[in-house]
């Protein structure tokens, strides 16, 4: 068997909680291989909503086991109180967690250095997450870092107090308040708490796996414009988001990837700072938000909302492969008369392109829009007949442009708001 991947090809927030739980029972093991609590990944059933920041979203379907794969970055802390909110659920974490000891470890002061660097950048700040992201993948490059298998050594404490030693001579020279013995304390009772669960070697693991004909999904988090390397640098996220991320935050061989799922709104949104072209300041923008709730899952922050952008989709397409696109939150726009899909962009010189422009944080670029017709109605049902005609041509519309057949589209934040589609039109 192969590794799927699962990853969001926009700015993040595209739906891959909801997705990857309607999955996941075709699915042997869930895999994270990236990312850390800056994630927020919502899954909504039985009228419950959870989201879940660092456990992969198989872990409420029985039979999948879950792996936090060594590419993850992982808060202790968060960690802890997000197994505490499951604990109510009839749900065997212990036994279907697994975590990578070569995960790198969030510690306290990588949340205080995020916010004393953020804090320095002044008008161009990022719009962190402020989990502690940036500093912690530093440490990691750095070849200083924490790693979650270090917490099983005789000498982790001291190792905790000389990279904190390093952070705080850092942190001397910026003012941010902060109580140290009682983040000592929470961080210290959670590495206890971690202890209890199955710390691994993730990378056997998973071949062990693969080797057996276990079917593994790997589920990306943030979106192939948020990654270090592709998306809108500096304002990024600091891990590869894209599909080459998931060889190297999980052991597994690129000749071992399988399926790479593609998922994107039917519209674009991003939280955090940062280019847009395509970005709505107007009542359409608003609409979005109010219909599609969008406010942040980790931070609770608005965000921002536009039209769909194909320049920038076909370039996450082409990065990460996709084989199959699935397209989420159609329903957010069922009262809009006209749907929007830019093109092309217009560059300050006046040249129209349909690709990345290296150029796109220093520059106004001007999203050229071609306008569809909207389905104006309600989608009821989850059959393929179920979906209204002018929202079938818009998703035919997609799939030629993209050259990726739409193997699923989303009407909703439950579970079983999805419509399968049996024949992509490709
Ligand atoms: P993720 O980070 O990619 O997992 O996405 P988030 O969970 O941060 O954000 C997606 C939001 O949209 C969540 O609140 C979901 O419950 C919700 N959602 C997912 N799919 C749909 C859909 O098809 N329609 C609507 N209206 N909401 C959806
Ligand atoms: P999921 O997995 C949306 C954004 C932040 C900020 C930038 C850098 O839920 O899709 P960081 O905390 O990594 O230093 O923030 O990236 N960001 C996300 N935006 N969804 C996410 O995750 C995000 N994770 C980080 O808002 O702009
Ligand atoms: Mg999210």
Known sequence: ???????????????????????????????????????GHTLEFDGIKHVLHQIPSGIFREKTRNVIGNGVVLDPIVFRSEIEKLSKYNLNVKANLFISKKATLIVPTHRLLDQAYEKAKGDEKIGSTLKGIGP?????????????????????????????????????????????????????????????????????????????NASILAEGAQGSLLDIDFGSYPFVTSSNTVTAGACTGLGIAPSKVGEVYGIFKAYSTRVGSGPFPTELLDEDGEKMRKEGNEFGSTTGRPRRCGWIDLPSLKYSIMINGVTQLLMMK????????????????????????????????????????????????????TSESDVPPNLLIYVNFLEKSLQVPISLISIGPDRSQTIVRSKPNL
């Open 1 to 39: 068997m192969k590794v799927d991947v699962l990853l969001g090809l926009q700015w993040g927030d595209e739906g891959k909680g909801k997705i990857v739980d309607v999955l996941a029972p075709k699915y042997d093991v869930v895999a994270r291989f990236q990312g850390g609590p800056n994630a």
């Open 136 to 212: 912690s993948y530093q440490d990691k490059i750095g070849r200083q870092g924490l790693r979650v298998g270090d917490v099983l050594a005789d000498n982790f404490n001291a190792k905790f107090k000389k990279l904190t030693d390093i952070h705080f001579a850092i942190l001397k020279d910026h003012v941010i308040e902060y109580n140290w013995p009682e983040l000592e304390r929470q961080f210290f009772e959670a590495i206890t708490f971690l202890k209890g669960f199955n710390l691994i070697d993730s990378e056997y693991f998973i071949n062990d796996e693969l080797n057996k």
């Open 330 to 381: 159609a329903d957010v726009l069922n009262t809009f008369p006209v749907i929007k899909v830019c093109t092309h962009y217009k560059l300050s010189d006046g040249s129209i392109i349909e690709t990345m422009p290296y150029e796109i944080v220093n520059q106004k670029i001007t999203p050229i829009y071609r306008e569809l017709s909207g389905w104006n109605t309600p989608i009821f049902g």
